[in-house]
Antibody, heavy 118, light 105 residues
């Protein structure tokens, strides 16, 4: 069955780089797009970016050049890397599968909570 | 496209008919979905393309709307519906609303 799971650090130091891995099963990264969404504690959801099934990427301009998304199709993994972390980057980070060519997400990982510490 | 949800907090009784609103800053062309998020969990897809019910979602949930204005309706509120509900548009980029927190009165 379709599953996604995020793994990453619980704590990252201020100004350092965050790296999170999304490992998927039950579908191919060359067929489906995978997105990253984050949620600060007690707040709403924010779309961060996408890894397209063809290998391209798209980013929320709010993250400017801080964010990078990549993948390893042989390992069924999508990677998020974001640098220059600030305290307001403290959030739960989710990866989610986009259904077919439609833009909505049908499956989500449970998320991983990351705290940026000064 | 920015999405404005109202109300931000809704308190209703079990069995009530509940309506949640989502308004876009531009035409969304029906590319609007609704997600339910319970505390500590990932969002769960309820409705996509304005009014299509996701597999496995109870029929008491329904969606409607067009243009810039969309609605999620729960026909008979159940205790397990306590959650925050987010609308989400995918017509132009990808944007979430700020959420409506639904509680039982």
């Amino acid at each position: 069955q379709v599953q996604l799971k995020e793994t990453g650090p619980d704590l990252v130091q201020l100004t350092q780089t965050l790296s999170i891995t999304c490992t998927v099963s039950g579908f191919s990264l060359t067929t489906y797009n995978v997105h990253w969404v984050r949620q600060p504690p007690g707040k709403g959801l924010e779309w961060m970016g996408a890894m397209w099934n063809g290998g391209g990427t798209d980013y929320n301009s709010a993250f400017k050049s801080r964010l990078s998304i990549s993948r390893d199709t042989s390992k069924s993994q999508v990677f998020l890397k974001m640098n220059s972390l600030q305290t307001d980057d403290t959030a739960k980070y989710f990866c989610a599968r986009q259904w077919d060519w439609e833009g909505y997400f049908d499956f989500w990982g449970p998320g991983t909570m990351v705290t940026v510490s000064s | 496209i920015q999405l404005t949800q109202s109300p931000s907090l809704l308190s209703a009784s079990v069995g009530d008919r509940v309506t949640l609103s989502c308004k876009g800053s531009q035409n969304i062309n029906n590319y609007l979905a609704w997600y339910q998020q319970k505390l500590g969990e990932a969002p769960k897809l309820l409705i996509y393309n304005t009014n299509s019910l996701q597999t496995g979602i109870p029929s008491r949930f329904s969606g409607s709307g067009s243009g810039t204005d969309y609605t999620l309706t729960i026909s008979s509120l159940q205790p397990e519906d306590v959650a925050t509900y987010f609308c989400y548009q995918y017509n132009n980029g990808f944007t979430f609303g700020s959420g409506t927190k639904l509680e039982i009165k």
